[in-house]
């Protein structure tokens, strides 16, 4: 089954060109569904019932995984054995009766202002690292881009003259606006900073770690968590954090949806529009505050 697998894979890539996020999600569910399955002595994608799909439902279940996790796993394996299907490997679909367990959709944790302005302020503006660190944050609020936008950047990506930034993902590419802070921060980082960690010329990712290679999802994570408990901040802090805080705190101070969505790369509006709970919210605290007969 690890050969479906990896065809599979291969076929996201190159067909559907998804995210390398979305690949490695798929390829590490399927993994761990192909383990359970060898333990009840199943070794070919042919042999799968739906009931074996069930009890693997079951057991993450039994041993208390969250919803989500177990709805990511349903839809894994629904894309894995529907292309399976498809391309003819199997006579039947064992997975188009999965049913998904309800998840309860939490809004995201938001920073307030000062909460921003307390982290962006942790980084050690005398060392190469509080630099790259100051200019990864300061970029990833100014913009409201994805944690994997960010970390795939290459310098090309980046014009300092005339202030914009051109994000890549799954194919499709978006240019947006920075302002003067996150400017002057790329800048300096650029100019004094990043040749301590760029250690070939020839390396042409914008921000890279320690040992001269792209900085990683879980590297900027840890950037991110080490200078919030830093600052005091208590939140669940994930580093999804800044893009909901920069929707947010743009919708409160007069964006339009329609523009707050082209720049975080939503293809649904209705998507963007959940950040207007919040404008609502501070909304009505602001009239029980003011009105004299609230």
Known sequence: MEREV???????????????NTEVSYERDLKKIILFLRE???????EVLDSDLQAYIQEM??????????????????????????MGKIKSD?????????????????????????????????????????????LLYATGMRV??????????VNLKLGYVTCHES????????????????????FEARAAFAKSEAETALFTNCSGKPMSRQGFWKVLKGYADEAGIRKDITPHTLRH???VHMLQNGADVRSV???????????????????????RDVYMRAHPRH
């Open 6 to 20: 990896r065809e599979f894979i291969s076929y996201l890539h190159n067909t559907k060109k998804t995210s390398k």
């Open 40 to 46: 009840r002595g199943i070794r070919e994608v042919g």
């Open 61 to 86: 279940q039994d041993r208390h995984f969250a919803s989500s996790s177990v709805s990511r796993s349903v839809a894994s394996m629904r894309a894995f054995f529907r292309y399976l299907f498809r």
């Open 94 to 138: 064992p997975s188009e009766e999965l049913k998904s367990p309800r998840v309860e959709k939490r809004p995201p944790e938001i920073l307030s202002v000062d909460e921003v302005d307390a982290l962006l302020r942790q980084p050690n503006q005398n060392t190469p690292k509080g630099i790259r660190d100051t200019a990864m944050l300061e």
């Open 148 to 157: 994997s936008e960010l970390i795939h950047l290459e310098i090309r990506d």
């Open 171 to 190: 194919g499709k590419e978006r240019v947006i606006p920075i302002g003067n802070v996150s400017r002057k921060a790329l800048t300096q980082y650029v």
């Open 245 to 247: 805080s920069f929707a």
């Open 261 to 283: 969505q082209e720049m975080l790369g939503h293809s649904d509006i209705s998507t963007t529009q959940v950040y207007l709970n919040f404008n609502m919210n501070k909304m």
